[in-house]
Nanobody, 124 residues
């Protein structure tokens, strides 16, 4: 059974930082590309960042480029999202996702497994 468990969310002032973690089990993590998405009430889930299976390719949404960094530790079956210079518009539930392919992907439909999400709130 595949499980993706996010942690590290919370409340932070605008300009602050948070580091999200996603621990994976039941999936061949080292052969899976991973991604982070986010969603706010009434809106569709949107792409934030993705990383290839070896970590040599990363992709970011324009809205977070230069502020967020995705990384992975295949020895720990964990993917991270370092979020700096947080803005109120970054407030959302953040979801971790895994796909059976090796390539970093940006669309929801390309991912096979999802976590339950962790709330991130950046207050102004």
């Amino acid at each position: 059974q595949v499980q993706l468990v996010e942690s590290g969310g919370g409340l932070v002032q605008a300009g602050g930082s948070l580091r999200l973690s996603c621990a994976a089990s039941g999936v061949s993590f080292s052969r899976s590309a991973m991604g982070w998405f986010r969603q706010t009430p009434g809106k569709e889930r949107e792409f934030v960042a993705a990383i290839s299976w070896r970590g040599d390719t990363t992709v970011y949404a324009d809205s977070v480029k230069g502020r967020f960094t995705i990384s992975r530790d295949n020895a720990k079956n964990t993917v991270y999202l370092q979020m700096n210079s947080l803005r109120p518009e970054d407030t959302a539930v953040y979801y971790c996702a895994a796909r059976g392919g090796l390539r970093a992907a940006v669309t929801l439909g390309e991912y096979d497994y999802w976590g339950r999400g962790t709330q991130v709130t950046a207050s102004s």
